[in-house]
C-alpha cells in the first residue's frame, strides 16, 4: 500500500486548504482512514479519522472547522480545512487504520497500519 498526500501550502488564518490523500494497493471503501499532523517540536497528533461504517471522529481543536470524507471512484481521502488558524501549521499524514469503531482508537497512532509522507500546511497570522 503506498498512499500519497497533496494540497498542502501557504494560506492565510481564516482561508481554506483540502488536503487528498491517493491510495494505491488498497481500496479506501474498505479502509478505515485518519489524518494526523506533526508540528515541529512536536508529537504527532491525531486530527480526523473516518471508520469503515463511515462515522467520523475528530480532534476538539478541530471539530467543526475540518470534514473528513472519501472519493470511492478516486480511491481518494479527503480534509477539508477551513478557518484555519496558525496553530493549524503543522506536516500532515494520512494513514489507513484498523478497526477504527471509537475515538478513542482513532487518536493512537498504533491503529494505524500504513503512512504516507505528509504535505506541509502553513497558516500564516
Known amino acids: 500500500v503506498q498512499l500519497q498526500a497533496s494540497g498542502g501550502g501557504l494560506v492565510q488564518a481564516g482561508g481554506s486548504l483540502r488536503l487528498s490523500c491517493a491510495a494505491s494497493g488498497r481500496t479506501f471503501s474498505s479502509s478505515a482512514m485518519g489524518w494526523f499532523r506533526q508540528a515541529p517540536g512536536k508529537e504527532r497528533e491525531f486530527v480526523a479519522a473516518?471508520?469503515?461504517?463511515?462515522?467520523?471522529y475528530y480532534a476538539d481543536s478541530v471539530k467543526g472547522r475540518f470534514t473528513i470524507s472519501r472519493d470511492n471512484a478516486k480511491n481518494t481521502v479527503l480534509l477539508q480545512m477551513n478557518n484555519l488558524k496558525p496553530e493549524d501549521t503543522a506536516v500532515y499524514y494520512c494513514?489507513?487504520?484498523?478497526?477504527?469503531?471509537?475515538?478513542?482508537?482513532?487518536?493512537?497512532?498504533?491503529?494505524?497500519?500504513?503512512w504516507g509522507q505528509g504535505t506541509q500546511v502553513t497558516v500564516s497570522s
Open positions: 494513514a489507513v487504520g484498523d478497526q477504527l469503531y471509537s475515538i478513542s482508537r482513532a487518536r493512537r497512532t498504533e491503529n494505524y497500519s500504513y
Open positions: 473516518m471508520a469503515r461504517s463511515g462515522n467520523t
